[in-house]
């Protein structure tokens, strides 16, 4: 994979190039803007599907990355970027783990990158068992506290059942208890030792010629196999209405609607259509379903919504909070009459030009981030689509009422899942609100 190539976005210049590391595989990507203040350089690795009995590992292994090699513990490893005035952080998804290194210079950047490199490549896997702890009270604060991540993880279970891709990225907590050391040392030597599974990409104050040396350094001597390929498009099974429900210790109650739009993905057109029918749905308050769930009917606080665009598959999922959960019923019916309205009939011309101006101003913004722009570059590069970056910004341009109402149909409300968190806790003014108190 080769590419030279500068896009522009408005009077904005980003230099995109990429390359593959000789020999060893490696693909290197860079997206240079000159007027960024920091550095974001990523290290993805490509991994292929868990299994239900080792759903968890690579989460698992994410989590023991960040302990440390023999040579670079973690304190040291930490301290040296954070007292820099940059961070690390990680995120592992169905498809690739991604680690960040987010640094305020170039010079600063290479330094780190390669101290992070070596943690990468020789993890120590010491401290498992006080990590098995952490990992739990993730996945359990996760449920009480922020559902969201709960509910998204549900909604795959239900659209996709029987397949790898309805696993949990965190596992099961038998899961958990039961990964050795062993277990993780050897997916780590499948996968993040296999350079052909390796994906860099940096934004911001980067030097592509630099990154290469600096890869060349690190991985240049590793082998290793060509993965089979990703599997297609998943297809869309006819499940009907799949619903999940569960009761927390929470006042609020909270909904998520799920769609599989895997099909869309066959179709790169019409993405950029359907990012703006779902901002015409959720984003910002003067959208339907912010109009229709708080204004309306005032059962809701918050309103989202947000596509997921993987390799092979994509979702579309709708979410609101809840005072009562006797709400949740009424907000999943709205939702449902709001895509079918636009389903229905057309939206006025000045709807698509607001929107299609706010998702517009929303990239650009994205852009001027180098943590989210290096993020969309390994996206694109994962999907072997590299001049795509940001290909949104130019294709709204052209999308049109007809182009929104024609991409609904990939909302099937015949076809869906819904996940509801009942809150059983009831919402008392005078205890679970404190009052102010003077001293």
Avoid at 193 to 203: D, E, H
Avoid at 306 to 333: N, T
Avoid at 341 to 368: C, M, P, T, W, Y
Avoid at 420 to 428: A, M, Q, V
């Amino acid at each position: 994979m080769e590419m030279c190539k500068t896009l522009y976005f408005g009077r904005q210049p980003i230099r995109i190039e990429v390359d593959t590391l000789e020999k060893s595989g490696v693909v290197v990507a860079s997206a240079r803007d000159r007027t960024a203040r920091k550095v974001s350089l990523r290290l993805g690795v490509r991994h292929g599907w868990e299994t239900r009995k080792g759903s968890g590992v690579r989460h698992l292994i994410e989590h023991m990355i960040f302990k440390g090699s023999k040579s670079v513990k973690n304190r040291e490893l930490v301290e040296a970027i954070e007292f820099d005035g940059g961070n690390l952080c990680a995120e592992t998804e169905r498809e690739f783990t991604v680690y960040e290194v987010l640094a305020p210079s170039w010079i600063s950047a290479k330094k780190h990158f390669s101290a992070f490199a070596d943690v990468f490549l020789n993890p120590s896997f010491e401290g498992l068992e006080k990590e098995r702890g952490v990992v739990r009270v993730e996945k359990k604060s996760e449920f009480i506290d922020d559902p969201q991540g709960y509910v998204q993880s549900v909604v795959h279970e239900l659209l996709f059942p029987d397949s790898a891709m309805g696993l949990p990225i965190h596992g099961t907590l038998e899961n958990l208890s039961r990964l050795t050391k062993e277990d993780l040392a050897r997916v780590h030597q499948k996968y993040y030792r296999n350079p052909q599974r390796l994906i860099i990409a940096g934004s911001g104050l980067v030097r592509h010629e630099e990154l290469m040396e600096l890869t060349r350094h690190v991985f240049g001597s590793l082998r290793g196999p060509r993965p089979p390929a990703y599997l297609g498009p998943e297809s869309v099974r006819k499940l009907g209405r799949q619903a999940h429900g569960v009761e927390r210790q929470k006042e609020s109650s909270h909904l998520l609607v799920g769609f599989n739009i895997s099909p869309i993905l066959g179709s790169p057109n019409d993405q950029a259509a359907f990012l703006l029918l779902v901002s015409l749905l959720s984003n910002g308050m003067s959208s339907h379903l912010h109009q229709a769930l708080r204004e309306e009917r005032g059962i809701s606080y918050t309103v989202e919504a947000a596509c997921e665009f993987a390799k092979s598959y994509a979702l579309a999922l709708f979410e609101a909070d809840c005072d009562r959960p006797e709400d949740l019923d009424e907000a999943e019916r709205i939702i449902r009459n709001e895509i079918e309205l636009l389903q229905k009939r057309r939206v006025a011309s000045r709807k698509i030009r607001g929107h299609r101006r706010r998702l517009r101003i929303e990239i650009r913004d994205n852009i001027d981030d180098p943590s989210k722009l290096s993020e969309e570059l390994f996206r694109q590069v994962f999907f072997g689509k590299p001049e795509k970056l940001y290909a949104s910004y130019h294709d709204l341009r052209r999308v049109t009422a007809h182009d929104v109402q024609r991409v609904s149909k990939y909302l099937d409300l015949a076809n869906y899942a819904v996940v509801r968190i009942e809150g059983t806790k009831p919402l008392d003014a005078s205890s679970a609100i404190p009052s102010v108190t003077t001293l």
